[in-house]
Structure formats: C-alpha cells, structure tokens
C-alpha cells in the first residue's frame, strides 16, 4: 500500500518516476490561459486569510459544498471567512474519489506544508496554520508566483479594458512576464440589444470614436486589438458553446448592425449571421498581428435560471454541452485558410465525446508553417482532472503529435491552483511511464525526458514567443 500523496504520487513505474522527479518537476510554469485578477498582481496583494485566496470565486469547491448540503450563506453569501473555511473543510472529506480531494491536499501541502489530511478535526489548526504563512511577505501575490517558479501569465481581458494592471506590473520589473489576452466575446453577443448597445457605449469611450456603423465598428475594435498588442497582447480566446458559421453577405451584417443601433431586437438568424461575421473579423485581426487564437467550446452555461438571477454568472452553474462542433468549426477554420489567414490555433473541447473529433480537425490545418500550429488544447474545466487529461493526451497521440503539445494551464481564478500543473505533469509521466513498463515505447531518457520537457514548457515557449 502507497502512502497517500508521498513523492510518487500518480507515478506508478521506476520510468515514470524518473521521468516525473529528474525533467517534469524542475521545468517552469507557462500558464497561458488563466483568469486571475492583474490587479492584485500589481498591488501585490496580501491575502487576509486562506478563504480569501482558496475560497473566493472558486465554483468548483461551490459545487461539491453544495452538493454536500451547504447552505449557500456558507459558499457565498454573508458567513465569515471562517465559517465558510469550516463548511469547507466539513466538505472535503466527502470529496474522496473528485479531484478536489487531490487539488485541495496539494495546495495544502505545496503552498503551506501541510501535511493533514483537512477535516473538521483539523480546520482550526490547519486555518490558523496557514493564516499566519499568508501574512509573511513571500505569500503575496507576487510571492506565491515566484514560489510556483511562474514564468509567464496570461490574463483573460475584455477589448474595453484599460490594461493598466498589465502595464504597472511591467513597470514594476516584476519577473514574471503577466500580459493581457484578448476575449471579445461581449463584442459579439447581440442576443440582448439592449446589453450590447450598453457595450458598444463602452467601446466608443475605450477607442475614442464614435460607432454608428459596421465600419466604425470595425475599426474601434481594430483601434483596440493595436493596443493590446502595443501592451503585449499576443493571443485571444473565445468562450463558445460552438464555433457560429452561418452564410452572410456583406450588405447584410451591416443592415443588422443598423437594427441593433436603432434598439431593435434580433430574430435567431440575425443573430447566428452576425456571430459568423464576428467570429470571422475576429480572425482577421488576430492574423493580421501574428496572435494565436484559442476557441473554448461546448459549455452549457447558467442551466439554474433561479440561481443565475441570484448570484450572476460563473457561479457553479454550467455543465458540458452537446452541441454541433465539426461542421462549423470546418467551415470557419477553412475560409480563413483559404484566404491564408489561418492563425495558431487552440482548440479546447468540454464534451470529452469531442476528444476524437478535434484531434483529427487539428490535423485538417497543420500546413508545415510552425510545429504544432493548430493544437488540441489540455483537458478543460470539467475535463481537468486525471482521467480528463489522459483521456484528451490518449486522442492527441493516437491522431496526432503528442510531442508537439503545448501542455496545460490554470484556467483558474486562484493563485494557489499552480499545482495544477504539477497534477498534469505527474499524469504525463505516468502515461509514458507505463507505454515504457508495457514494451510500447522504448526506454530511451534521452528521448523521452526531453518529450517531458517540451510538454511542460518548452513547447508554449517557443509557440507564443512571448
């Protein structure tokens, strides 16, 4: 019997050990998708307590308190930090087989030394423990990134925001390189003219134009992709329940634009045609500057129309879809191939019946112009875990190139979710690991310690060029 959580955690061979322990472990942190606050980056944030950093905005451990029966005045409503640690804490032991009991225990004992296992006997200790590490000056912000050996962030921003967080760390010399990525999906989500016109009011004041037509609006959103990229913005993302490739002409997305301005209501195929039309700007743009872009999709988002009206969105109400991916995502990523306008592209599915589907749709666009140009992105959101990421790595090698994967990200909104990394690290040598132990592979360390170290980091490096 294993100790749990020991050195050799989820390595399972003398291969994968070795793998793991002498190239995986050492390598920097690339977290190129996250959704961290820059804010507290360029104040350098000092958390209050361990519910501020572990707790707040997490609605994968909202989930699993709620499902254990927790009161939601304990998850996010107006309890204590400690009350809330404590519901937490009563929930964790019920977490046995989810990858929050793994997540939760490595945190603990990566970030804080703690080695108990969190329960109700231990929350006070454990809480009072980490309590008094998080008011040290090394756990700050900045502190926590450098003892993950962080080397690059990249945030998620909005066209309209200013980027003065990004620019302030810069000043800062702070060593860790934290840039802005772009999401524009508000600048495309015309289900609501009324919220869309509220946002083109936004993006008027953020480019200093005025946006009466589909041209204005062309060039206030290029006005603003030239400043994210004078600000180091090198890569966008799209969060999609599926890629919108609809026929249009162009005649027709400027009437609908028209309507929109007028405060008129779009019927469903206005809707779809516009989105095309976005999706498809989109890009442009992105090539025109030399980006990567990254489409997210298959989340089926604010199911609890009860819950989402009480406490907003990203709050632990979103499951996977099962939308149509392959014909859209086709069409879209062959007319900008056609144009040879074709960025790097990312592409992340939630639905893991999808896992086969992208794997051969990447290989559709590889064109020899860059290793790995059009990538199966790592297990996503609910796909982030052990049998997720094996599940997503075993499709990319059987159909494509595992050793040309640019590896995993956070995709978190805390900063003590870098052990992330370290769980997908660890599940990648035991893959390989156990290819060697089965006579699949060859026991090369030459071979197969740099296919480890690519993976980890050196592969991203060398894709963003950051």
Same mark, same amino acid.
Request: hydrophobic fraction near 40%; charge should be negative.
């Given at each position: 019997?294993?100790?749990?959580m020991? +050195?050799?955690f989820? %390595?399972?061979?003398?291969v994968a ?8 472990? +050492?390598m ?8 961290i606050?820059?804010?507290e ?6 958390f ?5 950093? #572990?707790?707040?905005?997490?609605h ?9 029966g ?8 107006d309890?204590?930090?400690w ?6 804490a ?5 977490? =046995?087989? !989810?990858? =929050? ?14 080695? +108990? ?8 200790e ?12 090394e756990?700050?912000?900045r502190g926590?990134?450098k003892?993950?050996?962080?080397h690059?962030?990249c945030?998620?921003d909005?066209p ?17 390189k934290? =840039?802005p990525?772009?999401r524009?999906?508000k ?6 003219t009324k919220?869309?016109?509220e ?26 992709h030239? *400043? ?7 890569l ?6 599926s890629i919108?490739?609809e026929?249009?002409?162009?005649g ?10 007028g ?5 469903k195929t206005?809707?779809?045609?516009f989105?095309s ?9 992105d090539?025109s500057?030399? #980006?990567?872009?990254? *489409?997210?999709? @298959? ?10 009206? +009480? ?13 149509e991916?392959?014909?859209? =995502?086709?069409k879209? %990523?062959?007319?900008l191939d ?5 960025s790097?592209?990312?592409l992340y ?22 290793? @790995?140009?059009?990538?199966f992105g790592?297990?996503? #959101? ?7 990421m ?5 499709s990319?090698?059987?159909?494509g ?13 805390s *900063?003590?979710?870098y ?7 660890r599940t ?12 699949e592979?060859?026991?090369d360390? !030459?071979l197969? @310690?740099n ?5 980890s ?6 894709? *963003?060029?950051?």
């Open positions: 019997m294993k100790a749990f020991d +050195k050799d989820l %390595l399972q061979t003398d050990k070795e793998l793991y322990h002498n190239h995986a472990a +050492k920097p942190i690339f977290d190129y998708h996250c959704h606050n820059p804010k980056i360029a104040e350098d944030k000092q209050k307590n361990i519910t501020e950093i #572990w707790l707040y905005g997490d994968y451990k909202w989930r699993g308190m709620r499902t254990n927790v009161d939601e005045r304990y998850i996010t409503g309890a204590s930090d009350e809330k640690f404590e519901k937490w009563e929930t964790v032991p019920n977490t =046995l087989r !989810n990858p =929050l009991y793994h997540w939760t225990h490595l945190e603990l004992k990566r970030f804080f030394g703690v080695e +108990k296992l969190l329960s109700p006997e231990t929350a006070k454990i809480w009072d423990e980490c309590n008094a590490k998080l008011q040290k000056p756990y700050s912000c926590i990134i003892m993950a050996n962080v690059t962030i945030t998620t909005d309209v925001d200013s980027l003065e967080y990004h620019r302030a760390i810069k000043a800062d010399g702070f060593e860790t934290v =840039l990525a772009w524009p999906d600048a495309m989500a015309v289900e609501n919220a869309y016109n946002y083109i009011n936004k993006l008027e004041e953020a480019a200093n134009m005025n946006i009466s037509s589909l041209e204005d609006l062309m060039a206030a959103l290029d006005n603003r030239q *400043f994210f990229h004078d600000n180091g913005c090198r966008s993302d799209h969060g999609l329940e919108i490739a026929d249009y002409s162009a027709e997305i400027e009437q609908i634009f028209a309507k929109i301005r405060g008129a209501d779009l019927d206005e809707i779809m045609k989105q039309a976005m999706l498809y700007e989109f890009g442009i743009l090539h500057r030399g #980006w990567t872009q990254q *489409f997210h999709i @298959g989340a089926l988002r604010n199911n609890n129309t009860r819950l989402f009206n +009480k406490l907003g969105p990203d709050t632990g109400f979103d499951s996977i879809g099962d939308f991916i392959a014909r859209p =995502l086709s879209l %990523l062959n007319r056609l144009e040879d306008r074709l790097k592209t990312i599915n939630l639905n893991p019946r999808d896992n086969e589907l992208i794997a051969t749709m990447i290989g559709n666009f590889q064109d020899g112009s860059v290793p @790995g140009k059009m990538q790592s297990g996503w #959101w609910f796909l982030d875990q052990k049998d997720g094996e599940k997503q790595m075993n990319l090698s059987a159909l190139l595992l050793s040309r994967f640019i590896g995993m990200l956070t995709d978190s909104r *900063f003590l979710s052990t992330r990394h370290e769980y997908f690290r990648l040598c035991n893959l390989i690991g156990n290819d060697v132990e089965n006579g592979i060859p026991y360390m !030459n197969l @310690g296919m480890v170290e690519n993976i980091f050196n592969n991203a490096k060398e894709y *963003f060029k950051f």
